[in-house]
């Protein structure tokens, strides 16, 4: 059970190409965020579909695929980690976010041609 304690599958679709960045030791790290759908009925039996974004970081080989493949609206497959982070910002003020790290990534739809 101890795989299992920090794990997230999404199946989803990416907003833009990944924001592709270098770190001061040479580290290729990628940023993309991917949107998932869910539909249902409200209580008045209306169909209701909602998107919820998902922001996602890639390290090393993952972040150069995600560089090479990813395109936006492309659907992709993620396994990874929940990472929780804080920052001050130029006010003081603390700000807070939770993003997916990547550790398996899986291009879903069709082959490319060529």
Known sequence: MNALRNKVQLIGNLGLAPE?????SGKKLAKFSVATNEVYRNAKGEKVKETTWHNL??????AELAEKYLTKGKEVAIEGKL????????????????EIQVNEMLLMGEKASG
């Open 20 to 24: 592709i960045k270098h770190t001061e």
């Open 57 to 62: 970081v890639a390290w090393g080989k993952l």
């Open 83 to 98: 990472i929780s982070r804080n920052y001050t910002d130029k006010d003081g003020n603390k700000k807070y976010f939770t």
